[in-house]
């Protein structure tokens, strides 16, 4: 079967999760990068040796040789471009969040419906990581039973990164949109992605981005500016779901608390499971409450390892070896999620979805 022939857009810090991963991939190949800064989309191109590089992504999905493509852009531009270059007959490559609002979830689930021979994954990378792979075989041989609460919090202490991500109109909001979309779908997908029910939440702006503080650092956007910032610098929310399960969530970019926490746990009327920050499963066997931890190589999230199962995982579907596990219609159940905490805060009351 002939390789993937792959372009991606954006070239900031994420980027390079992609680019790696089509490097070091048997079935795909790297031919064309973008970034609307043409400095960055010439130097990429010089690094990987590659001739094509375009400032405006229309022009690259122009290019017929292009089979795929990763967008890997600020969140505002992720519905524009996916559903150009699903109609310019590409397969894509998301990242998360989806995009920013559920009108826009919904327009990109049209456009790929209208193109069913491609295929558009969300960029989910934890439902790829070898942690999150070997719960799911547990969960689907039923040793947790019915699932009925999860809680997930990703609290950083300080970790603002500026730029767009601080700019409400580009991102779509804070730490909610940003690190939430991954511990929340990191549970409903695990839960079986019940449909959600009602959404009840707070976000808070107490802290800004504390740009203040010295002798800390912490990840940043490409083109870091801390002037602005028009996001929330906490978040928590409860999910409920028709299926009578609820999740519990609190995020931040910054909060006064002892050090930064990944916590992620699951819990069924057979067994329990943290995800996060290690794998373990709880269950009772001869009357004794029994804890297992699977010998495996990584029993936290590997970020290196993730990416490239993704980036395979991409590959093999576009090439139609596999059905993507991580489809169009999981965002928009997602952006309504999202939206709805962003709705239950600003109106102080549970926003219901019947
Ligand atoms: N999966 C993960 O763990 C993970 C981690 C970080 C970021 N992300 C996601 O990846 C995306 C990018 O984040 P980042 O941290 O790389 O940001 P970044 O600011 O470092 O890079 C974004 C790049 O996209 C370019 N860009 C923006 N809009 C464009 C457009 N319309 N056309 C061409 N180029 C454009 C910018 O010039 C910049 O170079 C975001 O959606 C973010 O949520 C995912």
């Not at 372009?7 to 991939?25: A, D, F, R, T």
């Not at 779509?172 to 019940?194: A, E, R």
């Not at 916590?263 to 804890?291: C, W, Y």
Request: overall charge negative; charged content about 25%.
């Amino acid at each position: 079967m002939s390789k993937i022939k792959v372009g991606v857009i954006g070239l900031g810090s994420i980027s390079e999760m992609h680019i790696q991963g089509y490097l070091k991939s048997q079935d795909a190949e790297l031919i064309a990068v973008t970034d609307m800064n043409e400095s960055r989309a010439k130097q990429k191109a010089e690094a990987l040796n590659i001739d094509l590089y375009y400032t405006d992504y229309r022009k690259m999905l122009e290019n017929k040789e292009i089979d795929a493509v990763s967008i890997c852009t600020w969140n505002n531009s992720h519905a524009e471009i996916a559903i150009a270059a699903l109609e310019a007959g590409k397969h894509v490559l998301i990242e998360k969040p989806l995009c920013k609002t559920v009108e826009e979830a919904l327009a990109i689930e049209e456009a790929a419906k209208k193109h069913p021979e491609q295929i558009l994954q969300i960029g989910y990378v934890r439902r790829f990581g070898t942690n999150t792979q070997v719960l799911k075989r547990f969960i689907d041989n039923g040793d947790l039973g019915e699932i009925y609460y999860a809680k997930a919090s990703c609290l950083r202490v300080l970790g603002n990164p500026g730029g767009w991500f601080a700019d409400k109109e580009r991102s779509g909001g804070g730490p909610l949109i940003d690190l939430g979309v991954h511990v929340i779908d990191l549970c409903w997908y695990l839960m079986g992605k019940p449909k959600v029910q009602s959404v009840s939440g707070n976000a808070y702006n107490k802290l800004g981005n504390r740009s203040n503080i010295e002798y800390k650092s912490f990840y940043k956007a490409a083109d870091y500016d801390s002037k602005q910032n028009t996001v929330e610098d906490m978040a928590n929310a409860l999910i409920r779901f028709e299926n009578g399960a609820s999740l519990f969530v609190d995020v931040s970019f910054t909060l006064h608390a002892d050090k930064e926490e990944v916590r992620v746990s699951l819990h069924g009327d057979k067994g329990g499971a943290d995800i996060e920050p290690s794998l373990q499963i709880f269950t009772e066997k001869n009357n004794i409450m029994l804890n297992s931890t699977p010998q495996i190589d990584h029993l936290t999230f590997d970020f290196n390892n993730g990416f490239q199962s993704e980036i395979d995982h991409f590959v093999a579907s576009a090439q139609g070896k596999e059905k993507s596990i991580s489809p169009v219609e999981d965002g928009v159940e997602m952006m309504k999620i999202l939206t709805g905490v962003y709705k239950s805060s600003e109106k102080q009351a549970e926003i219901r979805f019947d």
